[in-house]
């Protein structure tokens, strides 16, 4: 349209990194005079020393020539103030277009708007980079400033021209008329966009528009999907880098947008949908009120040197590989308990076992030891040197310790090979000496012999007990110390033979 109004100055209020970027694409490629405003010197001098480093790439990338970036770095100044005067220095009112790149705060905006609607003719192109507040309401705030004659003019002139970060690399600008916005306004805006070198969509005045409306419910999805432990930053990122080919992850791109846009820009589309789809994540805000708004903070999902570069590990990975570690540790821990239990389970069983295995031991040996103790005081009894444990003469108690130790088996019953047997005294009248049934409470007597009795026979013995009779007699022979009476072969339980000294009163005849 070779009618439109030529655009040839413009003011950009807000140096951040939309509007240093905005002020970059119309000095370099619409090749404006552009006056930056800001109330803060030092937001101002970083955006002016990022502008002149951007030249400075252009040049060493030869995109631009040295001169064009002497007329690129002629073309930008900056201004002190709010460009609405409240504030330093006010919008000249010879230029033609006002882009505001303040932050995305409703009042904000309402509030510069007004003042911009009173301050400067209706010529002049009021247009917002608002990401979602309506537009409409920008251009009444606008209306609304200006005198009555002037308030639909006013109106008219208020545009959204919506960029995208970071600007000089961003190839599109969404264009929002408000419902005031004039034809003229709409198609100067979108020669304007074109003339920066990008391509131009159009969106009704809709919450989000085009961009947001789409963009920030899956930047909060993502969020969310991080809050609920889902997935790490990085996997999160990955996907979408890897899976659906963006050029970077939602929340690597929540940060280079800043966490406090993304907020403002979801409070927005909430409030003005009452969509609950809308609602910003906790864990956004919860960031937002720490102060970790992404890269210009040097913190956000990832963490960020003074110059926007990601350092290595980003502070999500440092928390995923914080809480891996805890889990390695408390897994770890709970190996070592289960293990501390096992072998405390298995020491016990051990022990038990231990103890079994000794009092088994024990009651062998105490087997063997009374076998023993049975043969060796037999042998003892026998040599007359241990007669303290067995009945004495004239005593009619039985040795019921020796009379009821059964003798293991039948070789025990036979004196050991070798054996002398000194002769019992043969003042031990009542002194019984052999082998005995010890199985009863009387005493039979088998092979049992005394001095004073000799008589006594084996015959009386009870006929189950069975016993080799060469055997009893040798020892009959051998504790009485003579010759017995052949004793006739007889029956004799081996576990049932006693051996020893009784008192022959008791041996039954
Ligand atoms: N400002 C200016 N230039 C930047 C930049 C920044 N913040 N970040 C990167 N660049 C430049 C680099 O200097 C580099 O320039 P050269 O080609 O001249 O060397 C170029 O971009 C490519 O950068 P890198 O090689 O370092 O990295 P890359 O290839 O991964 O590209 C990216 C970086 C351009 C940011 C790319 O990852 C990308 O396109 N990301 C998606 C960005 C996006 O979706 N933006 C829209 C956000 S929505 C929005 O802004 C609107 C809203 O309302 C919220």
Redesign the pocket.
Known sequence: MSSLAPIRKVAIVGAG?MGL?IAYVSAVHARVHVAIHDPSSSVLSSAMELYRS?LS?DVA?SRITQSDEDAALSRVKSVVGDGSGQSGETIKDDVDVVIEAIPEIPDLKLGLFKKLGGLLPSSTILASNT?SISITKLAAAAGNGASSEERKASASRVIGI?Y???V???KLVEIIPALQTSQETIERAKAFGRACKKEVTTSTDSPGFI??AI?MPMINEAIMVLEKGIASAEDIDTTFRLGMAH??GPLA?AD??GLD?CLN?QKVLHNETGDSKYRPSGLLSRMVDAGWVGRKAGKGFYEYDAK?GRLTIPPSRALVQQRDYRARKAEKIAQLQQTVEELREENAALKAELVDMKNRENARLKGEQSADIAVDSRVNDASGSNFSHIPQPGTSQLDSDRLNTPLSNPPFISPLPGTTFPPIDPGDTNCCGGLFDCSSSTVTGLGANSISNPQIKADTVDPYINIQHRHVQDTVERSVGHPVDDPPPFQLDPTKCCYGLVDCDLVAE
Do not use: C, D, E, V
């Open positions: 990194q970027g951007l790439r990338k990401s919506h995208f970060n970071p000089p690399q961003m961009a947001n963009l050029p970077m791109l280079l947008i846009t820009i926007g």
